[in-house]
Nanobody, 126 residues
Framework: QLQLVESGGGLVQPGGSLRLSCAAS????????IGWFRQAPGKEREGVSC????????NYADSVKGRFTIARDNAKKSVYLQMNSLKPEDTGVYYC???????????????????WGQGTQVTVSS
């Protein structure tokens, strides 16, 4: 069974940091574009960041540029999202998603991703 598992969420004060991790079981994240998405209560899911299969290119939503960093460690078959200077509006459930094996650039739209994790809750509040 193909599974993605996110971890690292939690409660943090504004200005704080969290590091989310995404790992796979049943398949490898290597050779696949990986995206991070989030959904706040009452809002639509939005793309946060993505990283290409090689790790050579990344994309970020304007709302997180300069604060979030996506990275992958193919040796550990994991993808990470370092989130700094967190704001209350960053609150939501964060999901990682994997696309098929590809050499194409990644996208922060939901299209092109066919495996999704269950999500990890991030709450930014004082």
């Amino acid at each position: 069974q193909l599974q993605l598992v996110e971890s690292g969420g939690g409660l943090v004060q504004p200005g704080g940091s969290l590091r989310l991790s995404c790992a796979a079981s049943g398949f490898t994240l290597n050779y696949r574009n990986i995206g991070w998405f989030r959904q706040a209560p009452g809002k639509e899911r939005e793309g946060v960041s993505c990283i290409s299969s090689s790790g050579g290119s990344t994309n970020y939503a304007d709302s997180v540029k300069g604060r979030f960093t996506i990275a992958r460690d193919n040796a550990k078959k994991s993808v990470y999202l370092q989130m700094n200077s967190l704001k209350p509006e960053d609150t939501g459930v964060y999901y990682c998603a994997a696309g098929p094996v590809t050499a194409q650039p990644c996208s922060t739209t939901g299209a092109g991703y066919n495996s999704w994790g269950q999500g990890t809750q991030v709450t930014v509040s004082s």
